[in-house]
């Protein structure tokens, strides 16, 4: 399955609900009772969503042995949709326009024959689709982790993700809360009574000229912009500070950003720039684009604690991470690799919420004004 070899490409959902300690058979009995064409979810466009069972995209075969690893359920989103090529319908409507208009004095179809083509075009396409020859089936690999109590989703896309919440719902009966930088931030408040200082959060001005509004972000509720001001205290930390930080668990985390730096203005007025490099932070352009008031969406970090090592690309605001690149499993067995790699992303996610965490405590804090007024003259510089 998804999760279990190559590159981790993941985001986060909170399962709402009383707490689970372990999943059971009839976990995956639910499962099965909802697989892909077992009870449909059908748009009008006749696309479908179910659950498979992970082996290969038409595995419907739901099995405790496979599919529980670990106190986690592994399972995946597969959703059928029908993609007629339009091209290919431009083609039909063109040859039935061509038919109709043969004998028209002037040559020329009229509006009345060319709504007539592209009618009897769809209706030709619909009866070839009933074969499948247009059907795309999509598999998104699932893990519901029971110790974090987090649904991990190996996707980012936004349409994919809302037939999710729709299926678990179903499924389950419990709900999926997206763990974005905000909502993230008030759990982690929770924990310190701070979760005010989250709710007065605004954000940062680091630049004259710079204003609170941030064009990415949907409302004035939302505090997903605190993932763009991490990544930027991370930046500087690096560059002024030190490339080790302590964390609240008493362990420290290296961290090095390399390969991939996106950086966009927050009014949405001077675009966005997208940098490679071994070393993309401390290139002349990029200081320049934070000089002017852009701030980071996307980085990429190398991350080292407790001498495991991985690499990915933190997208700011949603906390997602792509392209993770984990330890190498150690274990011959092929269920001990598949525990050991659920363990490593543990420590992957894990690592990132306490670096998350870190960061938080000075955002908080009443010395942000500050770490603020440092980062403005190392800015300024």
Sequence with gaps: MGFFSGRVTCCRYRVTGRSLSAFHGDHVDKLADHAIGRQRIALADGSQAGWIAGDHILDTKFEPAKNLVHDTLQFALRIDEHKVPGD??????????????????????????????????????????KDGRYLRRKAIPLLWDAPSGELIVASTSATALDRLVTLFKQTFDRGL???????????????????????????????????????????????????????????????????????GDKSDVAVMMARTLVLECPLGQ???????????????????????????????????????????TLHAESLAVTGARLPAPEAEDDRARQEERVTQLRGLLETLDLLYAAFLQRRLGDDWSKETARMKKWLAR
């Design 177 to 247: 809360e997206p763990l974005g930088a905000g909502k993230h931030a008030f759990l982690i408040a929770e924990a310190t009574n701070q979760t005010r200082a989250v709710d007065d959060a605004a954000p940062t001005v680091f630049v004259p000229g710079q204003t609170h509004s941030v064009a990415w972000t949907p409302d004035e509720n939302n505090r997903d912009f605190l993932g763009n001001e991490f990544v930027l205290w991370l930046w500087f930390h690096l560059a002024n500070e030190a490339d080790v930080i302590p964390l």
């Design 270 to 312: 001077t675009g966005r720039e997208s940098i490679s490099s071994d070393g993309p932070a401390k290139l002349p352009e990029a200081l320049r684009a934070i000089q002017a008031g852009k701030l980071p969406r996307k980085a990429g970090l190398t991350m080292a604690r407790h001498d495991q090592q991985y690499e990915f």
């Design 88 to 129: 290919l319908l431009r083609a039909y409507t063109q040859v039935e326009l061509e038919g109709l208009a043969a004998e028209n004095p002037s040559g020329q179809p009229s509006a009345r024959q060319r709504r007539e083509a592209r009618l009897l075009a769809k209706e030709r396409l619909e009866k070839e689709a």
